[in-house]
T-cell receptor, first 108, second 116 residues
């Protein structure tokens, strides 16, 4: 079952904050987050494992709530380089099931 | 090389032709995955190898799709009798261990396949 991401698209001005949500109808054990720029490979951001932990990577952090079966990605003081499509992925057996993505566009 | 390498970068084929897409994973990575990505969508799982063993091929859309990794390193995805609906970006990813231990996947730039 594909996780659902929201919003589908976001337009921000440089320096603004954003939150991207990822929800699953199935029990979550881990969530992967990736960013993909047009024509490029998806780039790994972080993995969250069962335990409700929050992780950070520069000004990008994420939380994982396995009870609510959801994860959220937080982008603080966004930079132009943050533009791209963000995918969450839930792990089922030996594979990642990716959401449809959230397109983020940062304006100068 | 430093990252996952895929070739060719672009492939144009006529409907009915066979194509072969190559993936060279990061050295030492045990796991290798193939995904299909349609325009504006997330990557969709096709198949998974652990070393040379193909452990999951549940995502392959039809028996026209075939993947192999004979020596546990380079992998080839072959599509026979291509159809227009096969047009997509095919992504390869590798990881040091399996997903069960929380390993990140490292993706190649993909092969953009266009079927005329």
């Amino acid at each position: 079952q594909q996780p659902v991401q929201s919003p589908q698209a976001v337009i921000l001005r440089e320096g603004e904050d954003a939150v991207i949500n990822c929800s699953s109808s199935k029990a979550l054990y881990s969530v992967h987050w990736y960013r993909q720029k047009h024509g490029e490979a998806p780039v790994f951001l972080m993995i969250l494992l069962k335990g409700g932990e929050q992780k950070g990577h520069d000004k990008i952090s994420a939380s994982f709530n396995e009870k609510k079966q959801q994860s959220s990605l937080y982008l603080t003081a966004s930079q132009l380089s943050y533009s791209g499509t963000y995918f969450c992925g839930t792990v089922e057996d030996d594979k990642i099931i990716f959401g449809k993505g959230t397109r983020l566009h940062i304006l100068p | 090389g430093a990252g996952v390498s895929q070739s060719p970068r672009y492939k144009v084929a006529k409907r009915g032709q066979d194509v072969a897409l190559r993936c060279d994973p990061i050295s030492g990575h045990v796991s290798l995955f193939w995904y299909q990505q349609a325009l504006g969508q997330g990557p969709e799982f096709l198949t998974y190898f652990q070393n040379e063993a193909q452990l999951d091929k549940s995502g392959l859309p039809s028996d026209r799709f075939f993947a192999e990794r004979p020596e546990g390193s380079v992998s080839t995805l072959k599509i026979q009798r291509t159809q227009q609906e096969d047009s997509a970006v095919y992504l390869c990813a590798s990881s040091f261990g399996g997903l069960g231990v929380g390993q990140p996947q490292h993706f190649g730039d993909g092969t953009r396949l266009s079927i005329l």
